[in-house]
């Protein structure tokens, strides 16, 4: 079993918990109330600090309820590394189209879970190997490519 440490750093944090016995994910909740309308960016603090074991980092990804309402996390995956101390903030976005919408003091902003790492060692190199795909990226391997800058022509995507 990995054991993830936290630390309240507000009164009114939650501890995070699985909600049922296969939940892949914890939540995480505000400590503060929360309005955000189209276009604004809100810092929503959880008042809590996490130890999270070497070798894992803990991802925050968004909630689908806050996504159905047009709620994103901006940088999502967001990622709390295994020295990170600091209190776990998560930037929400509004999607939502001219409307306001609003969050109470404890309300589930967030979902987290730890993912093992990998130990890496980067070594410069003047080649990489040959694969069929190739530099092809954005949609490269469908029918739905994006175009290509270089040519100035419209271009459409997937007939429309």
Known sequence: MIILKVKKLDNHAKIPKLATEGSACFDLSSVEDISITTGQLVRARTGLAVEVPK??????????GLASRGIIILNSPGIVDSDYRGEVIVLLYGLCVNRLEMFSRGARIAQAR??????????????LDETTRGAG??????VEALPD???KEAQTIGGV
Do not use: A, D, Q
Request: with cysteine; charged share 20%; hydrophobic share 25%.
């Open 55 to 64: 070798g894992y980092c803990m991802e925050i990804l968004p909630r689908s």
């Open 114 to 127: 730890l993912v093992r790492t990998n130990p890496t060692e980067i070594r410069v190199t003047g080649h």
């Open 137 to 142: 990226g954005f949609g490269s391997t469908g």
């Open 149 to 151: 800058n270089k040519n």
